[in-house]
């Protein structure tokens, strides 16, 4: 499998997962242009790109799901949010696994101040990917899903301490550290320590805010549960904003 996130946080997300088979979007919040050129460069035609899988209706997720011919696939819930403006609209049930081609696709509720969010498990030959951005908190159906994963991105929104004393209104503060928010960079590897396995190569912490945290904490406060499992194979990355991140090879 190949991995690679071509855009991370609040102004836009798009994950790319490729199989032997398959190529396929966890979202497409970036803008079609900006897509289709961000894919070229790491040598994917749009074109062949066979779904995109929606985690939940937020812009930032779904910005190009209205102006690409690709099949886009959706929560049942959110469905009467995109009829008639998808041009290929399929629905999944929130706890129903579906099949795109080589791909087997677990879709979980997560909580988050949408209709009906998602993450998903992607699964291949053997490998599994896990994939939570926009989390508020972490069930146990979460720690279930993403269990033997071999990469995980997860979302690590926000520093605390910077969130608590940025100049964010006191509303928006509460919204984002709420139980339908989003996860900090501590309950992130709360979550990691939780769902680790040896054969875990790859996490990516995604979603950052620009204001409220740096690449830097959010990579130290994972580091410090991969120290702690003295994994010598897990890498850490940290995914850009406005850029395509590094291709993971699995
Ligand atoms: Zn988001
Ligand atoms: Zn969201």
Not at 102 to 109: N, V
Request: charged share 25%.
């Amino acid at each position: 499998m190949r991995i690679c996130t071509l855009a991370s946080g609040s102004s836009g997300n798009s994950l790319y997962i490729e199989s032997s088979q398959s190529k396929i979007l966890v979202d497409a919040g970036i803008g079609p242009r900006i897509l289709k050129k961000r894919l070229e460069s790491i040598d994917v035609d749009i074109v062949d790109i066979d779904a995109v899988i929606v985690t939940h209706e937020h812009e930032d997720h779904t910005r190009a799901i209205t102006k690409i011919k690709i099949p886009v696939y959706v929560a049942s819930e959110t469905v009467s949010v995109w009829k008639n403006k998808v041009d290929c609209l399929n629905e999944f049930e929130s706890d129903e696994p579906f099949e795109i081609k080589d791909l087997f696709i677990t879709p979980f509720s997560v909580p988050h101040d949408a209709i009906d969010p998602v993450g998903f498990t992607i699964q291949t030959d053997n490998l599994k990917v896990g994939v939570v951005t926009d989390i508020g908190s972490v069930t146990s159906l979460v720690v279930e899903k993403l269990k033997d994963s071999n990469v995980l991105v997860l979302e690590s929104n926000h520093d605390m301490n910077l969130l608590l004393y940025s100049q964010y209104p006191w509303l928006l503060k509460q919204r984002i550290k709420g139980r339908l928010g989003h996860l900090s960079n501590v309950q992130t590897g709360a979550l990691l320590n939780t769902v680790f396995n040896k054969d875990l190569k790859h996490v990516v912490l995604a979603h950052l805010s620009m204001i409220n945290n740096s690449p830097e904490a959010a990579y130290d406060e994972a580091m410090k549960i991969i120290y702690s499992k003295n994994s010598d194979i897990t890498k850490v990355h940290v995914a850009p904003r406005k850029t395509v991140g590094e291709v993971l090879s699995i």
